[in-house]
């Protein structure tokens, strides 16, 4: 694994338990930052998901409710690529399809550099 993506990995981990020890309840951080990638960071409404999905489960099924988890299971290689992507955009097509509303499902309506 290159440096370069090491070091994000860890700032992001970083940020994540930043945001996470900030927050006085049990819902996690209000909003996060996931690692996206070549195509960039990927803001994350976590309370916004919450509150629309009300199944902690629904997410949290593929990586556990633990601070950096994605990134780590990522490293580990026990997350394959693009996983926690097409569990998203998987979602947001079908609440769409669903006449519902739903979050974004082009790439860079996510990622952002």
């Known amino acids: ?6 070091v994000g990995v860890l700032i992001v981990g970083v940020l994540f338990a930043v945001a996470v020890a900030a927050v ?8 996060m930052v996931l690692q ?5 960071s990927v803001p994350f409404p976590h309370h ?12 949290h099924n593929i990586f556990p409710k ?12 026990k997350l394959e ?6 569990e998203c955009r998987g ?5 769409a399809g669903k006449g519902e509303k739903a979050g974004p499902t082009k790439c860079k309506a996510c990622h952002q550099k």
Not at 1 to 6: A, C, D, L, R, V
Request: charged share 40%; hydrophobic share 30%; proline share 0%.
């Open 1 to 6: 694994m290159k440096i370069k993506s090491i």
């Open 24 to 31: 006085g309840d049990n819902r996690g951080a209000e909003e």
């Open 36 to 40: 996206g990638g070549k195509l960039g």
């Open 48 to 59: 916004k998901h919450q509150e629309a999905l009300e199944a902690c489960k629904d997410c």
């Open 66 to 77: 633990v601070a950096g988890s994605v990134e780590d299971l990522k490293v580990q290689g």
């Open 81 to 86: 690529k693009k996983r926690v992507m097409n």
């Open 91 to 95: 979602c947001h097509k079908e609440k």
